[in-house]
């Protein structure tokens, strides 16, 4: 039995695209940890507790910064991909195909 309703869709693709994922719900995870950080810093900062809500705030705006870094490299990747696709020669052959 699947444990998990994903595991199927994920299972059944190749081992690049699977590494893919993997990679980009990493990356979900590092901002999931930075917003759960800040909440703890500002619910810390509410009760009172000065130190663990800085603490908890020098960790949010770490995991913050890490998520931030890992968008612009992605981002970067994007850009050059992008480029080296628009000047080949396999794009107006696969539009010529489609129509």
């Not at 690049?16 to 990356?27: N, P, S, W």
Request: positive net charge; proline residues 4%.
């Amino acid at each position: 039995m699947l444990a998990c309703p994903l595991q199927s869709a994920i299972g059944n693709q190749p081992p690049g695209l699977r590494l893919i994922r993997e990679d980009y719900f990493a990356e979900a995870n590092v901002l999931r940890w930075a917003i759960i950080c800040l909440v703890i810093s500002l619910v810390a900062g509410a009760l009172g507790f000065t130190g663990i809500s800085g603490f908890a705030k020098r960790l949010s705006m770490i995991f913050f910064a890490l998520f931030f870094i890992g968008f612009l490299i992605l981002l970067g990747f994007a850009y050059l991909v992008a480029g080296a696709v628009a000047h080949t020669a396999i794009v107006p052959a696969m539009v010529a195909v489609s129509t």
